[in-house]
């Protein structure tokens, strides 16, 4: 019989966090400029599997990867594709998150791991390297600084982010899973890091979709069944859980992301990097 020893009162999440409401869920800016759900849906993923990327590139630790996503995720609740585009934004969230996270590089390595990811994603064979001593690269600086602080006004200072790693590590132990006896956690880590790329940390609080992740694990393990309704003691409703399991399955079945730019002009990033 497990012995449950977790008291947290949370009281009304929404107050704490930023969970965006159904009508700015159905109704995005995007949506409005005559952008369709899925193509605005593929965009947040390629943003966020950018960041992803780089931020592997430069080291960074899975807390700031997080934050940045979660706050490219807020961004497009505010303003649309054709306002900001996704590459620009995807560099700009990286950046803040950085600082942030005590964890920033200069700004020429965060431009190199770009690139770099950039090239492989477009497959290309050749190597460019960046002539940091350009105008090019001058004016694409001002363009990330003019950016940064676009989207502090933007998300209003929003860039705190619930640890959901912590939420999750705290409650395999709770459940009595050995991460080196058990790949119940890993795989739970791993579906927890993917589902970065979708608006859910958006939608619900770190508890709920930490439980969900450990939930998916166990059942694609085919783990011992704990009590019924266990994850209720993690202040999560089966009706919670249901709707962000499927958003989770759903996920695993779209096609890799492709870029497509909303933004008429071309911004200094796409005269640089030329993607």
Not at 12 to 34: A, N
Not at 170 to 185: A, E, G, H
Not at 221 to 230: A, E, F, G, Q, T
Request: with cysteine.
């Amino acid at each position: 019989k497990l012995q449950f020893l977790y008291f947290i009162e949370m009281g009304d999440v929404s107050e704490y966090y930023d969970i965006v409401s159904h009508e700015e869920l159905r109704r995005t800016p995007s949506y409005k400029d005559g952008v369709s759900d899925r193509a605005e849906e593929e965009q947040r993923a390629y943003g966020c599997d950018l960041i992803r990327d780089t931020g592997v590139l430069l080291g960074f630790h899975v807390g700031c990867l997080a934050r940045a996503q979660v706050m490219l995720q807020r961004l497009y609740f505010v303003v649309s594709l054709k306002q900001y585009d996704v590459v620009v934004a995807a560099v700009t969230c990286l950046w803040v998150a950085s600082k942030l996270d005590d964890c920033q590089v200069k700004f020429r390595k965060l431009l190199s791991a770009l690139h770099r990811c950039l090239q492989r994603r477009s497959e290309v064979r050749e190597l460019r390297t960046i002539d940091t001593g350009s105008r090019d690269y001058f004016e694409v600086k001002q363009e990330v600084v003019a950016a940064e602080t676009k989207l502090l006004h933007s998300i209003s200072l929003s860039v705190h982010h619930e640890p959901v790693y912590c939420h999750l590590l705290l409650y395999c132990k709770i459940l009595q899973f050995d991460w080196n006896d058990s790949s119940v956690p890993q795989t739970a880590w791993d579906i927890l890091s993917d589902s970065y790329r979708t608006n859910l940390h958006c939608r619900y609080p770190g508890c709920i979709l930490a439980v969900t992740c450990i939930y998916l694990s166990m059942r694609k393990h085919k783990s011992p069944p704990l009590p019924d309704n266990w994850w209720t003691l993690f202040d999560t409703t089966t009706q919670d859980l249901v709707e962000c399991a499927d958003a989770l399955a759903n996920m695993y079945t779209w096609k890799k992301p492709q870029y497509r730019r909303y933004r008429n002009g071309e911004v200094g990033l796409h005269k640089m990097l030329r993607f």
